[in-house]
Every structure is written in C-alpha cells, then in structure tokens.
C-alpha cells in the first residue's frame, strides 16, 4: 500500500453556533489542508499517481472555498462549518476527481489545520 499526501491552504471566515462564546463571533482562519491519498499499485513510470492531478484537482476545491463565508455556502446551509465539516467536504469533492484518473487510489484522510496547534482529521 503506498499513501501519498499533499499541502495546501485557504483562508475563509465562519461562525459556529452552540459551540462556544468565542466561536460564536464572526471570524476566520487561515486554513492548512492536508490531503492523503492511498492505493495498492504504481504505474508504468513508478509513481502511485502524478503529485500534479491531486493538486489541480485540491487547487479547485480550495477555490470554492477561499475568502469565502463558508455559512453562506450550498455545502454548509443547513450545518455548521467546522474544521470537522470542511475536512469531509474536502474529501467527499476530491473523491470523483480521483475516479477519473487511471490509477486506482482513493482518498485516505483529510486534516483541516485552523491553527498552528487545532486541526480535525477525517478518514473516509
């Protein structure tokens, strides 16, 4: 088994209810995103996958959300953005680009960093 993984970041602001008073307030965070991706077989050229697919694809994700208000989004209307939510939206969007590709690899976990010691990992 072989697990590749990628960095990458946004920055966006949201608001938590029923979380705790600070959270409560509108606020951002200058998100750190790391992407895993796992699978059993390397290709002719030796590699699991070209390090270039998995960053375009994760590039558009992040584009949907950077400098965003991630409440006022489709994706977080009826639940809150946490850093919990934002790692399973980010796995569940990059899944099928990954279906597209010839390589059969999937997404292993996604860690949503909101600050330099606070992040949530979700393992699909």
Known sequence: MFELKI????????????VGAKCENLHGHNWNIEVYVIGEKLNSAGVLVDFGD????????????????LNE????KSIQPSSERIAVY???QLQPHLDTLPEKI?????????????CATYIP
């Open 7 to 18: 960095k990458t970041h946004f920055a966006a602001a949201h608001q938590l209810t029923m």
């Open 54 to 69: 998995i960053k375009k694809a994760v590039r558009e994700i992040m584009g949907e959300l950077d400098h965003k208000f």
């Open 106 to 118: 999937r997404v292993s976990r996604v860690s949503a960093w909101e600050s330099e010691d606070a």
């Open 73 to 76: 989004l489709e994706a977080f």
């Open 90 to 92: 980010i796995a569940v």
